[in-house]
C-alpha cells in the first residue's frame, strides 16, 4: 500500500477582530492508500478546520494556512493554483459533512446537485451523469432512485440525506473520503447505518477514509488508526487496538473514560472537567495542562513534543501514566482482546 | 397551481370590498365636502345641495356605497325625483348642466332615449319613469369625479396611470439592473474598497430624496448640457401603448424624455434593492451547502450563480410585490418634479378635495394591484424555493 497523504506540520489561523486564532497548530500526520484514518476530539479542537484545510476549503479570510505542507499523491495541495486545487476538490477527494440538513442546496434537485460534480470532473453530458447519478443513489441504499432524483433535498429524511451527500462525495470514485462527523447529526439507529454503508462502500472502492468525530466509540469499529486532537495539536496517535488498550495521554485516557460500558452497571460516566484553553492565547506550555489529573510543574511551562514511544504510537505527553501515575485502572484494556 | 391561483382571486373579493367600505366610510368621515369651495370662494347653500343631489350626496351613506359598488339599477328603480332641480339644455351634441358644457358622446351619454346618464349618474331625464343608470365597481365603472366635473374616475386613471406605470415599471428595472449586481460584488467583496463603494452608493441613494436628486438631474444634464428635454414626457406621443406595435417607434424621443425622471426614481430603488442583496447574500454564502458546493470543485462563479444567487433573491422579491404596487400607481413627487401628469397627485389631491369617488378609486387600483403582485411574489416564491408549495 502506497502513501496516500501526508501532512507536515499544518497550521491554519483565523485573524478575527478578537485576535488570531490559533484552530490548527502544527499537526503532522499521514495515510495510505485504501486505509481509514479516524480524528478525535472535543467540539472546537480543530478538526474540521483541519480536514478543510488539506483542500483549502476554509474561508480566506479571515482564515489563512500560514505554515505545512500537505503532499496528496505525490502534490502540495497547499502550493496549488486555485484552478488545480478545484480539480482535486470533489474529484480525487470527496467530503461529507456533519449537517444533512444544510448541507444540501435546497433549492436544486438531488440530481442536479450530484451531476453538476460528474459533468465538471469527468466531462459527462446530460444523459450519462444521469444514468451514472441514479446508479450512485442505488449504491448508496435509495430504494427506486430513477423516480427520486427529481426530488429536492426538503423531500428526504435526513438518513436519506446524508446518503444523498455520501453518492455526491463518492460520485468521482475519489481516492480520499474526508467524512466530517457524517453521524452526529443523526438518530443512533441511522448513525450505524451510515457508518456500514461507508464502510461497505469503502470495500468496493478502495478508497481511504478520514473519519472524524468527537465520539470515539463511533470510530473504534471502523478506523486502522486513530488521532486524538486536542487545541488544535495532536495529542496522541495510534492504531486503533493499541489506543483502545495502551492509550498512554491523559486526555485520550479521560475520553475511554468517559465512553458509555454495557458491562458497568454503575451507571456513573466519567467526564473530563474544565474547558479547553482560549485558541486566541494559548498557553505556552501543554494545552490540556488546566484539565490533567497528572499534571507535574514542567507541564505548565514547556510544550511536550509528539514522541513515538513504540512504532506507530505517538504521544505529546511529559509524563507515562502507565509508569508515573498511581493505580489507574484501564478501562478498555481487557474488553479489547 | 391553478386552482391556488383561482383561490386566491376569489379570496381578493373580501379583501377589496373591506377596503372600499372602509376607504368610503373613512373619507365621509372627514369634515367638509367636494363642494364646499369653487376656488376661494365658497358656493350658495342652494348650488351645493342641487350638486349634492345630483351626485346623490344626499342619500344614506349605505346607499351611497351599495349604488357605488353595485350601480344605481340595482340600488334604485325610480330616479325622477331625485333630479328634480336640475337645470339642463340641449345644444345638438352639447348638453348644458346646470351651467356645465358636456359633451354627449355614446361613451357616457345616451340621449336619444330622452335621458341623459352621466358617469354612470342619471343627471336628466324626460320620461317619468328612469332606467338603470351607474353601472357601480363591479362592472368596472368607478363614477364621476366631483372635482373635474367634465371626466369620470375611469377618464382620469385611463389617462394618467399609462404615464406613471411606465415610469415606476422601468425605474424598478433600473433598480433591478444596477441593485442586484452592485449587492453581489459588495457581499463578495466584503469590507473591500469595492464593498465600501457600493454600500456609500447605496446609502446616499436612499438618502438623497427624490426631491433633491430630480432638480440636480435637471440642472446639470437638462438645462447645462442640453442632453435631455427638462419635463413633458408624454405630454405628446409616442405613448407606451403603441411602442411595441408602431413601427417606427421614436425610440431616442422616447428614453430621452423617460431617462432623468426613471433615473431620479430609480436611484433610490436600486439602493435599497443593492442592500438587500448584500445583506442577503452575505448570509447565504456562509451557508453549509455552499460549502458542499465549494468541496465538489465548482467554480467560485457557478457557486454564485447556481447555489447563491437564486436562496439570495427571496428578500428581494419580497419587497419587489408591494414596490411594484406603490410605484406603478404613481410618485408625486417625481412626477411633479418633471411636469408628468401621472397618477400620483391625484392620490394627495383627491382627499384634500374630498373627491369620494376618486379616492376610493385610486385606492381600490392600489388596493387591486397589491394583492395582484402579492399572488405574483407568491408564484415568483414558489419557483425559487422548491419548500414553498402552493396549495
Ligand atoms: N471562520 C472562522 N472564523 C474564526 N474562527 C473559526 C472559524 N472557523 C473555525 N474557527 C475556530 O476554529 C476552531 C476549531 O474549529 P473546528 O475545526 O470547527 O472544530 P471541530 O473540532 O469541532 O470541528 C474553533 O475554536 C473555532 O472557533
Ligand atoms: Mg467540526
Redesign the interface.
Known sequence: MGRLLEVNNLQTQFFTQDGVVQAVNDISFYLDEGETLGIVGESGSGKSVGVMSLIRLIPIPPGKIVGGEVIFDGQNLVKMTDNEIRSVRGNRIGMIFQDPMTSLNPVLTIGRQIMEALELHMGMDKTQSRKRTVELLEKVGISGAADQVDRYPHQFSGGMRQRVMIAMGLSCNPQLLIADEPTTALDVTIQAQIVELVQKLQEDLGMAVIWITHDLGVVAGIADRIIVMYAGQTMEEAPVRELFAKSRHPYTHGLIASLPRLDQRSGKLESIEGLPPDLVDLPKGCPFYARCKYRIPKCDKQRPKLDEISPGHYVACHIDINKDSITTEHPWEEDKE | MFKFIVRRILGFIPVILSVAAITFFASKAIPGGPFDFAGDRSLPEEVVKNLEAKYHLDWPGWKQFTSYMIGDELTIFRTKHEIDDVNVFIEGDKAIVNGNVMLLDNKTLCKESGYIVYGGFTIFDLDTEACGTSQGVIRGDLGPSFRYRARTVNDIINETLPLSAQLGLWSILVGLIIGIPAGIVAALHQNTIWDYLATFVAVMGVSIPSMVLGPVLIVIFANNLGWFPVAQWGAKPPYFENMFLTPGFDWINYFSHAILPVLTLGTGISAVFARLTRASMLQII????I?????????EQ?VIW??AL??SLIPVVTILGPLAASLVTGTLIVEQIFGLNGLGKHFVQSISNRDYALVLGTTLLFAVLLVISNLFVDIMYAW????IRLE
Open positions: 456562509r451557508e453549509d451547502f460549502r458542499t458546493a465549494r468541496a465538489k470543485g465548482l467554480h457557478v447556481r447555489h437564486r436562496n425559487l424555493d422548491p419548500r
